[in-house]
Structure formats: C-alpha cells, structure tokens
C-alpha cells in the first residue's frame, strides 16, 4: 500500500527519546509526597502551560479529593523535539513528537501498563482541530505516527492514539529536550547499565566501559537519543534501550530518597513543572496528587513496559506497521484491565539481562495459593519489561 503524501514532511534527524516523556509521570510521582510542602505545589500549578483536548471540560474546577482518584485511568505522554534553545536548533525545522507512550492504570490501583509507540509506526491521522481554534485539519489514511504534532499539536496525537488503541484518552502532557536534563540532573543522575562501550558520533554518547555508568544532564539526553549505538540501529531497539532507562528512573524514584529529600524533591518539581504542557484537567494539583498516591503504591513488577506490536513491509523500508491481531488483543486486554504478557526470555531489541543486577529482584507475599496462580500468555509481538527487571543496554557493534 502506498503511503499518502500530505505536504512537505521533513525528515527529522533527532533521535527519539524515552526521558523527554517522563515529566507527566515524574510530576505524578512526586505530586504524592505530602511533605513537598504548599510552596512546590504552588510552582507546580502556577507555571505549567496547559492545552485543551477535543471534548474536555473544565476538569480542574471538580478535582477529586487528595487520595480519592476513583478508578483507572489513561493518560498519552509525549515528547516533542521543539525547539526551545535560544542558540537555535540548525537544521530542525518543525517540531515532531519523537516518542509517544500510553500510560494506563487498572481500576484496581493495582497494576500499570506503559505502551511505546515507535516513530515510525505507520497510522491514519483522524481530523484534528487546529492549534489555533480555527477548524479542523483534513484526515489522513497513512503518515508517521509523529508527524501528529505538526497538524494539530498535543490534542492531534490524542485523537491519533486513540483512534489507533480505541481507548478514551483524557489526561496528556507534552516535554521539550530540556525536560530531560534537568530532570535527570535533579534527580542526581539516573544508573544504565550497558553490555559494551558505546561510541556514537549521530548522538555524541561516548561511554568507554561495560557496566553500570550514571547519565545526567546532556549525557542523559544522548544515551536516550542514540539510534545506532544500541541494539541493532533501529528505532525498535532504541524503545527497548529506553524502556530500560524507564524502569532504571522509576526504581530510583520508588526506592531511593527523591520522595523524603526535601531540596531534591523540589528541585525535581521545579524541573518537571518548567519544562511541560499539560491538558487542562491536569492543571489542577490534587488530581496529580490523587494519580500519584495510586501510581506510588503500584509494585515495581506490576508496572510493565510494552512495545506496540508493529512489523515492516517490503514496500516501505524504513517503516513500522501496526499488527493488527497482536495490537488488537493487546488493547483487548488493557481495556478490560487484564494482565498483560510479554516473553520475559526474549528481551526486546536493544537489551540483555543484567549479568549483576545492583540489587535482588524485589518479593511480594502472594495473597492467594501459588496453585491457583494462572500464568499470563505473552501477546506475540508485545515485547518489554517490568519495572524490577533489571537489564543492559545492548550495545550495537
């Protein structure tokens, strides 16, 4: 099938990456820190921008109480490469969101599903409002999943992502390449281990040693921009590689200091709520407050990490396509707040087990007989991680 041509798409030379979407889900980790005090909760709130989705109402005048988030919910997080230096960015024309995740938590509270949708992935574009208010852009049968920024910025990807998933989507937030240095900055450096050393010229990672190095800063940002230095150069290994640093940054966030640190916690605040933009029912803190109790008191192995299924097509090198019967089970399933399978011996693209993991894979008592235990299928195509997994950054060589 050939793929519709709908103006000039630039081809972006920047490197998606995993961090630039965390802010969302930092800002709802560390909102649940009580102790964070009236000041931070107050430059959360007074300097985020907003953006309003198709549909939305005005959510922040009926925040739910602290605590009191009723049910799941699902909430879209993307990165943009706008840019936002005030050097300029030669040769990046037009902004792309190069990395777009689904967040989605159980009605339960008790598990959370993060899908990664590659850049590349092949979709239909619906019609999207304008940024501006004024109408709506045509529809569009067959265009990268990120060029959705350019037609109708943030609300645009929402109404892509659902169409795709057939989810409801009513909370979204947005981060620039800044977000990420801060944040890993803030937060003390995030540990990533790697199988070899890593030398990339397109990136400008340069870490000489097999092992476990600490990234933050600008050095955080090209580990997770690189393409060709891990994996096998592709962007499906670069979502196994960021999956990894995901789970490495949740894990210092649950189990480190950031959530009794006072200094570092607001200095995590303050980064996250400089460098978003948000749909507006997530201006209002007691409904970040509300997702965060739930997200901090979800265990580390029910937290998982999936890629959405998608093969290539001979007709478009260079391309990803959805699986539909794959990607339809795998909503099915999330939908429904069904566990989610993913192969835990085949590693996805871009990662190996850790040969010496910091710290012991974390045990939960069962509350029920380990007979009556049903295993969970894995979803053919669905690979990825939980958060306690503790795996290396495949280097490409």
């Given at each position: 099938?050939?793929?519709?041509?709908?103006?000039r798409?630039?081809?972006?030379?920047?490197f998606?990456f995993?961090a630039?979407?965390?802010?969302?889900?930092l800002?709802?980790?560390v909102?649940?820190?009580?102790?964070?005090?009236?000041v931070?909760?107050?430059?959360i709130?007074?300097?985020?921008?907003?953006?309003?989705l198709p549909?939305e109402t005005?959510?922040?005048?009926l925040p739910?109480g602290?605590?009191?988030?009723?049910?799941g919910?699902?909430?879209?997080?993307v990165?943009?490469?706008?840019?936002?230096d005030?050097?300029?960015?030669?040769g990046?024309?037009?902004?792309l969101?190069?990395f777009t995740?689904?967040l989605?938590?159980?009605?339960d509270h008790e598990s959370?599903v993060?899908?990664?949708?590659?850049r590349d992935l092949?979709?239909?574009i619906?019609?999207?409002?304008r940024?501006d208010g004024?109408?709506?852009d045509?529809?569009?049968s067959?265009?990268?999943i990120?060029?959705?920024?350019?037609?109708?910025?943030l609300?645009?990807?929402?109404?892509?992502?659902g169409a795709?998933?057939?989810?409801?989507i009513?909370?979204?937030?947005i981060?620039?390449?800044?977000?990420?240095r801060?944040?890993?900055t803030a937060?003390?450096g995030?540990?990533?281990?790697i199988d070899?050393?890593?030398k990339?010229k397109?990136s400008g990672?340069?870490?000489?040693t097999?092992?476990?190095h600490i990234v933050?800063?600008?050095?955080?940002?090209?580990?997770?921009?690189?393409?060709?230095?891990?994996g096998?150069?592709s962007?499906?290994g670069?979502?196994?590689?960021q999956q990894?640093f995901?789970a490495?940054?949740v894990?210092?966030?649950?189990?480190?200091?950031?959530l009794?640190?006072?200094?570092?916690?607001?200095?995590?605040?303050?980064?996250?709520?400089?460098n978003?933009k948000?749909?507006?029912?997530l201006?209002?803190?007691?409904?970040?407050?509300s997702?965060?109790?739930?997200?901090?008191?979800i265990p580390?192995?029910?937290?998982t990490?999936v890629?959405?299924?998608?093969?290539?097509?001979?007709?478009?090198?260079g391309?990803?396509?959805?699986v539909q019967?794959?990607?339809d089970?795998?909503?099915a399933k999330?939908a429904a707040?069904?566990p989610v399978?993913?192969?835990h011996a085949a590693?996805?693209?871009?990662?190996?087990v850790?040969?010496?993991?910091?710290?012991?894979?974390?045990?939960?008592?069962?509350?029920?007989?380990s007979?009556t235990a049903?295993?969970?299928?894995?979803?053919?195509?669905?690979?990825?991680q939980t958060?306690a997994?503790?795996?290396?950054?495949?280097?490409n060589?």
């Amino acid at each position: 099938m050939p793929l519709a041509r709908h103006g000039r798409l630039p081809r972006s030379n920047r490197f998606a990456f995993i961090a630039k979407s965390v802010g969302m889900l930092l800002a709802v980790v560390v909102a649940s820190s009580v102790s964070v005090g009236a000041v931070a909760l107050t430059q959360i709130n007074g300097s985020v921008e907003t953006v309003t989705l198709p549909g939305e109402t005005n959510a922040a005048a009926l925040p739910p109480g602290v605590g009191a988030f009723d049910g799941g919910f699902n909430m879209l997080i993307v990165g943009s490469d706008e840019c936002v230096d005030t050097g300029g960015c030669p040769g990046r024309t037009e902004k792309l969101n190069d990395f777009t995740m689904l967040l989605h938590v159980a009605a339960d509270h008790e598990s959370a599903v993060a899908v990664s949708f590659p850049r590349d992935l092949i979709v239909r574009i619906p019609a999207c409002p304008r940024e501006d208010g004024k109408g709506n852009d045509a529809a569009m049968s067959a265009q990268q999943i990120n060029v959705t920024l350019i037609y109708g910025g943030l609300a645009c990807t929402v109404v892509t992502v659902g169409a795709l998933t057939g989810l409801s989507i009513p909370y979204a937030g947005i981060m620039t390449f800044n977000g990420v240095r801060e944040i890993s900055t803030a937060l003390g450096g995030i540990p990533v281990c790697i199988d070899a050393p890593i030398k990339d010229k397109y990136s400008g990672l340069d870490l000489p040693t097999a092992g476990t190095h600490i990234v933050q800063g600008e050095q955080a940002l090209q580990f997770l921009r690189t393409r060709h230095g891990v994996g096998d150069g592709s962007d499906t290994g670069r979502i196994g590689s960021q999956q990894a640093f995901l789970a490495s940054m949740v894990r210092e966030i649950k189990d480190g200091d950031t959530l009794t640190n006072l200094p570092k916690l607001y200095k995590l605040v303050t980064a996250a709520s400089q460098n978003i933009k948000v749909s507006d029912n997530l201006k209002n803190i007691t409904t970040l407050t509300s997702m965060a109790l739930v997200m901090k008191g979800i265990p580390l192995e029910k937290i998982t990490f999936v890629k959405y299924p998608a093969g290539s097509r001979a007709e478009a090198p260079g391309r990803v396509f959805p699986v539909q019967s794959a990607a339809d089970e795998l909503f099915a399933k999330i939908a429904a707040d069904q566990p989610v399978g993913i192969d835990h011996a085949a590693k996805p693209i871009g990662t190996v087990v850790d040969p010496r993991p910091t710290s012991p894979p974390p045990t939960v008592p069962s509350t029920t007989p380990s007979a009556t235990a049903l295993p969970v299928e894995a979803i053919p195509g669905a690979t990825g991680q939980t958060a306690a997994d503790q795996v290396c950054s495949k280097a490409n060589r």
